[in-house]
């Protein structure tokens, strides 16, 4: 592939495949620990090193890395001295070093989340985490398949802030069956009366096929929760950046802004997926850990199972959905057309988009732009199919 040729790759993605067990609406690569033979760590471990060699040998990893992502699966599963000889692998590479300016976040569940383990994951680098709380109710946590309870919840926030982390963001779920509005305020008060910086909320989707799917609530139903999420995050001083996202004090996800502004990738482990915005190439990784690791370490191959190259009229789409899912919306003159302009006309008299520049000053967005409102966020679908 071209990409190896070019040091084009600041950010980073390594998928840890490993949970606790799997919750019931997940559709992510992960095994749980009772599917877990006793050496799938070491395998997935090696396998990983030997991965990251590969590429690090073909020099596409720019010098100086923004943002890695340890995402997953459970990454704070693994024990530091395993994290340890993945980084060092990484450091052969790149100049990366402890507290350097990467933002480099690693995914955490409150079920593995201990005081000792967290301070030698702070002093390994890592400086940003993303706990997956969901909920703050137990009922709710039982019907998603969530292995720890509310108390364990905000314990294992606790932890994470005595152990050194400043930089952290929580996600939860919306649109739960029986989530009623006071759940979803109280969830988010208990929430944000911890110094978190970030929180991701998002809207639960099942497939129709899904046990529970018929109990999600309604479109009318889904907009409120969406709204009041909006109205009190707002309130709280974090401003609503992504359709699903939050930030207090402008710190916003470095990692993923890379995904949403359409810039280059390289993710590694089981499923992973990248993108090479140069080449405007996508490849994924095997789903599965035992190919993954057999194709790295007895064949010395990368694990790539496809790869596509996106067309124009893909690319064009992929514009508008990334463009309409940022506050920072998209510039006038992308309306080509009469056609898209009395569209837009339309979606801003409807309340979806709007002109107005953002409250924040910090951020260059000249009324020259055009901008989804909460309402817009709310129905991100309905605009893009509108407007691309
Ligand atoms: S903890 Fe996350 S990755 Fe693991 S099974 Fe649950 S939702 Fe999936």
Redesign the pocket.
């Known amino acids: 592939m071209n990409s190896e040729a070019k040091a084009e790759y600041a950010s980073l993605y390594l998928h840890f495949p490993f949970?606790?067990?799997?919750?019931h609406?997940?559709d992510?690569y992960?095994i749980?620990r009772e599917k877990t033979a006793a050496s799938d760590a070491s395998t997935f471990e090696k396998a990983l090193i030997k991965e990251i060699e590969l590429r690090g040998k073909s020099g596409v990893f720019a010098t100086t890395l923004e943002t890695i992502f340890l995402g997953?699966?459970?990454p704070s599963m693994t024990p530091p001295d395993s994290m340890a000889r993945i980084f060092a692998e990484l450091f052969k590479y790149t100049a990366l070093k402890p507290d350097d300016g990467t933002e480099w976040t690693m995914e955490a569940?409150p079920s593995s989340i201990e005081l000792d383990q967290f301070k030698q994951y702070r002093a390994l680098g890592i400086n940003r985490v993303s706990m997956?709380v969901q909920s703050l109710k137990n009922d709710h946590l039982s019907i998603l398949g969530?292995v720890h309870d509310e108390s364990h919840a905000l314990r294992a926030l606790d932890t994470v802030f005595n152990a050194g982390f400043t930089n952290v963001s929580t996600d939860l779920l919306c649109g739960v069956p029986g989530q009623s509005l006071d759940d979803l305020r109280s969830h988010m008060e208990k929430l944000t009366s911890f110094p978190i910086t970030h929180l991701s909320i998002y809207l639960l989707t099942l497939p129709p096929h899904h046990k529970m799917y018929k109990d999600l609530p309604n479109d009318e139903e889904q907009l409120k929760h969406l709204l009041l999420i909006d109205e009190f995050m707002r309130e709280k001083g974090f401003r609503h950046y992504e359709i699903s996202n939050f930030a207090r004090n402008n710190l916003r996800a470095r990692h993923n802004l890379v995904y949403w502004q359409g810039g280059s990738y390289l993710a590694f482990g089981p499923s992973a997926h990248s993108y090479s915005s140069s080449e405007r190439k996508r490849f994924k990784n095997y789903s599965s850990l035992h190919k993954y690791a057999r194709t790295l370490s007895e064949e010395s191959k990368l694990p790539i199972e496809w790869e596509e190259s996106l067309t124009t009229d893909q690319l064009e789409l992929e514009k508008w959905m990334l463009a309409i899912r940022l506050d920072e919306g998209f510039p006038k003159h992308w309306l080509a057309t009469d056609a898209q302009k009395k569209k837009a006309e339309m979606l801003i008299k409807e309340g979806l988009l709007t002109q107005a520049a953002l409250n924040d000053h910090s951020i260059n967005t000249a009324s020259e732009r055009i901008r989804a409102t909460p309402k817009g966020f709310a129905l991100s679908d309905a605009i893009i199919k509108t407007l691309a």
């Not at 949970?19 to 919750?23: H, L, M, P």
């Open positions: 949970c606790e067990s799997k919750c609406y997940c992510f992960s749980g997953g699966g459970t569940n997956g969530r």
